[in-house]
C-alpha cells in the first residue's frame, strides 16, 4: 500500500494549492479517505474527509475555504485549498479515515503560507 502526496508549495496569504493523492494497492474505493494537517510543533490533525460515496466533512478551521473530492477511477483524493492563511502551513497528508494499520502515511507534502 502506498499514498502519495504532492501539490504543495509555497505560497502568499490568500492564495490557493490544489493538492493530490495518488494511492495504490489497495481497494481505494470502498475507503473515507481524507486530509491530514500536521502544524509546525503540533500533532497531525484531520482537515477534510470525504466518504466512499462522496459525502464531505470539514474541520471548522478550513470550512468555506478548502474543497476534497475524489476520483474512484484514478485512486486519487484532492484537496482545493483556497483564501490560504499562515496558520495552513504544516505538512499534508492523505490516509483513510480512520487511518488503519497497514495503511502507511508516507511522506506528505509541504505547504507553506508565507508573505
Known amino acids: 500500500v502506498q499514498l502519495q502526496a504532492s501539490g504543495g508549495g509555497l505560497v502568499q496569504p490568500g492564495g490557493s494549492l490544489r493538492l493530490s493523492c495518488a494511492a495504490s494497492?489497495?481497494?481505494?474505493?470502498?475507503?473515507?479517505m481524507g486530509w491530514y494537517h500536521q502544524a509546525p510543533g503540533k500533532q497531525r490533525e484531520l482537515a477534510a474527509t470525504i466518504t466512499r460515496d462522496g459525502s464531505v466533512v470539514y474541520a471548522d478551521s478550513v470550512k468555506g475555504r478548502f474543497t476534497i473530492s475524489r476520483d474512484n477511477a484514478k485512486n486519487t483524493v484532492y484537496l482545493q485549498m483556497n483564501s490560504l492563511k499562515p496558520e495552513d502551513t504544516g505538512v499534508y497528508y492523505c490516509n483513510t479515515v480512520p487511518a488503519r494499520v497497514g495503511v502507511p502515511w508516507g511522506r506528505g507534502t509541504q505547504v507553506t503560507v508565507s508573505s
Open positions: 494497492g489497495m481497494i481505494f474505493s470502498i475507503y473515507p
